[in-house]
């Protein structure tokens, strides 16, 4: 019998794979922190819930007990230069703590969801895909290089016998905390942001990323491999006119240039920290939104089948999930 543990499965992703999961009917285990999360009550008795941490070996080990695949998808994702320290910790270390102790359990697969930044970045502006090597670059966010990290403690995983597949998700798409995350630009257009950057990112459905990790569950041939999970490249113009299109708002119409966001991103982040509350924009998101980057995901779907949802779908889906919440929220004010 096939016997799951997700790590991060209260996160923005996480819930997305148990909501997966939960439908192929497997036996689920969550690795949670917080067992008050309101997602546990949505997931009912689907899901065995093992209060854990990937940093705290002892709860990592009863988590693994009795689980035959291993779905890691905790990761601290942070642009907050204050944050570094603490999100090396979690990506790398905690990363090479489900690695070791899956292969002390012996577990049959590790699914390790890592991110299309950890390929590396540079000022080429050349499609992306998984035959990219990592280069040093200041374009590389220090999120990036603690994702990279990360993978090189899977792959000494599968050098120490480790059956294990790395994905590697372009910027998810999908409803979530509306405050947090890309949710939050549904908020911000909603509201009126009149703004947009000038770069291109790839871009995929949260919806997407779960199912290409169910696939991957299931082809423990697929071994040492990774996999760009993309479907579409888009600028942010475009991005948020398909946004503000499915919220019935005006799209945002003014460009910010490279050196004024960076600017802003800096100041941002400055009085973030000085008043205890972390800003939207930091000098780190402020760069790498107004640069190009392109993706190919289409090896998956050459090889494991994977059948990606258009993306100004995901967009008019999640953007009526948000009206209906905010609906709902004015009628409970």
Partial sequence: MTKILVTGATGFLGRFIIDRLI???FYIKALVRNLQHPAIKEWGNHVEIVKGDILDIPSLETAFEGVTHVIH??????FH?????RMKIVNEIGTANVVNVGLEKGIKRLVHVSSVSALGRTEKNELMNEKTQWQESPLNT??????YLAEKQVYRGIEEGLNAVICNPSMILGYGDWNAG?????????KGFPFYPVGMNGFVGAVDVAEAIRILLDHSDVLGKRYVLSQSNLSYKKLFELIAFALNKPAPKWKIPQNLSIIYGTISEFLGNLFQNPSLV???????????FQYDGSLITKELGLVYTPIEIII?????LFLQENVLQKNKN
Avoid: C, G
Wanted: proline share 2%; net charge positive.
């Fill in 316 to 320: 008019r889906e999640t953007a009526a």
């Fill in 142 to 147: 220090y999120y990036s290089k603690t994702k």
């Fill in 81 to 85: 230069q204050k944050d570094h320290r």
């Fill in 23 to 25: 439908r192929e009917k």
């Fill in 282 to 292: 930091t000098k780190e998101t402020a760069l790498t939104s107004s640069l190009n």
């Fill in 182 to 190: 890309t949710p939050k630009m549904f908020t911000l257009i909603y």
């Fill in 73 to 78: 998808s905790a990761a601290m994702v942070t």
